[in-house]
């Protein structure tokens, strides 16, 4: 039977099929022969079909992909949902390797390479303060191998700010693992429990989710504080604010912990030890925080700050 095995394999001019179909050409040829027998006696004399062997015993990667600081490393992916009248829209997210901070989301009909530079751009403009060349420092961004992320077009355009291109190691997807947490995250508590009726509709609600999120979702590894709060520990309003130091923002980096780094998301203070909750300064510093680039504003309302700072003090 050997034998035979052996004529049929060195007959065929086709490379690497298995014992099944050996088994096939065994029986054409009038050689009746269990399935089981012919497996066996192919492994034994080592003719079976090349196959893979399992991934290797050393990892590729040390399997840490957090980093020490914010806009040190950012990873993104993407996923698919369904909207009412318009059909299937695909869902793009970047998310920061340090605080899981959503820096970019973005919703479209399409999920080509333009597509999917939606979050890129924004985590550029709202951390970085501008979309220009070299403006990301040579910030390294975690993909997979998706061609809308492998393609020339998106490799390129990402490298005008300066970010730089870090697949995912191959059969790895942990090396992508705060998007991929964060993919999960939103099928579970955004797309799989809510219904759109068209993509608009989708972007639109989205951006409320991730801005929720941002402020309300505590993070275990960094002693239960929100994404926003440990964004602004790390960064401090001081590398944020732009122009002289005025009363208001000198108010301001009195505090422990400092407003979110772009308008548009609620605060979240946690002030020094005898002062918890101060909710009129909170609207307060919300409103200067929204006119940080004209700061022209923040002279007119300094006293009013200050003010409202003192009564609630008293009242604390």
């Given at each position: 039977m050997l034998e035979h095995i052996r004529a049929r394999i060195l007959g065929s001019r086709l490379h690497g099929e298995g014992y099944r179909k050996i088994w096939a050409r065994l029986r054409h040829a009038g050689i009746h022969t269990s399935a089981r027998r012919v497996c066996r006696l192919m492994g034994q004399h080592g003719l079976l079909a090349p196959h893979r062997v399992g991934r290797p015993e050393q990892r590729a990667h040390d399997g840490t992909i957090t980093t020490t600081a914010v806009d040190v490393m950012w990873g993104t992916d993407m996923t698919e949902t369904v909207t009412l009248t318009e059909g299937r829209a695909q869902v793009f997210v970047a998310v920061?390797?340090?605080?899981?901070?959503?820096?970019?989301?973005?919703?479209?009909?399409?999920?080509?390479?333009?597509?999917?530079?939606?979050?890129?751009?924004?985590?550029?403009?709202?951390?970085?303060?501008?979309?220009?060349?070299?403006a990301a420092k040579g910030l390294p961004l975690r993909h997979d191998h998706g061609s809308n992320y492998m393609s020339s077009d998106f490799q390129d355009k990402i490298t005008f700010p300066d970010i730089e291109s870090s697949p995912s190691f191959v059969r790895q997807p942990e090396g992508n693992g705060f998007a991929e947490r964060f993919i999960r995250t939103l099928k579970e508590n955004f797309l799989?429990?809510?219904?759109?009726?068209?993509?608009e509709e989708l972007r639109r609600r989205l951006q409320?989710?991730?801005?929720?999120?941002?402020?309300?979702?505590?993070?275990?590894?960094?002693?239960?504080?929100?994404?926003?709060?440990?964004?602004?520990?790390?960064r401090g309003l001081a590398q944020c604010l732009t122009g002289p130091t005025t009363a208001a923002s000198s108010l301001i980096l009195n505090c422990k912990a400092l407003p979110v780094p772009h308008a548009g998301h609620r605060l979240e203070q946690r002030w020094?030890?005898?002062?918890?909750?101060?909710?009129?300064?909170?609207?307060?510093?919300?409103?200067?925080?929204?006119?940080?680039?004209?700061?022209?504003?923040?002279?007119e309302t300094s006293r009013s700050v200050f003010s409202a700072f003192a009564i609630s003090l008293r009242e604390a």
């Open positions: 920061d390797h340090f605080s899981g901070e959503y820096v970019g989301n973005h919703a479209a009909r399409s999920g080509n390479r333009i597509e999917a530079l939606g979050p890129m751009r924004q985590g550029a403009l709202r951390h970085f303060g501008r979309i220009e060349k070299d799989w429990v809510h219904t759109f009726d068209t993509i409320d989710f991730v801005a929720h999120c941002s402020a309300t979702r505590f993070v275990a590894r960094h002693g239960y504080r929100t994404q926003n709060q440990i964004r602004a520990e790390q020094w030890p005898n002062v918890r909750r101060l909710p009129p300064v909170h609207d307060r510093l919300d409103n200067i925080w929204c006119q940080q680039r004209q700061p022209q504003h923040l002279a």
